[in-house]
């Protein structure tokens, strides 16, 4: 069995969003809009809308 602190410690990656990436509301109701999506298609819909922004 595997010590949990040193698990713990292994896992202490900061996995919190950068101040730079903010979902938007409008971002945020096409994910929901009720189409079938993956992860792959979110996040190239997330990288063309900061491309045209100059965001990213």
């Known amino acids: 069995m595997r010590n949990l602190q040193s698990d713990e410690a292994e896992l202490s990656i900061d996995v919190f969003p950068r101040p730079e990436f903010k979902l938007d509301r409008e971002f945020m109701a096409w994910i929901g809009d009720?189409?079938?999506?993956?992860?792959?298609?979110?996040?190239?819909?997330?990288?063309?809308?900061?491309?045209?922004?100059?965001?990213?």
């Open 34 to 56: 009720g189409a079938v999506k993956n992860m792959g298609a979110v996040a190239d819909e997330w990288m063309r809308r900061h491309n045209q922004a100059g965001d990213a």
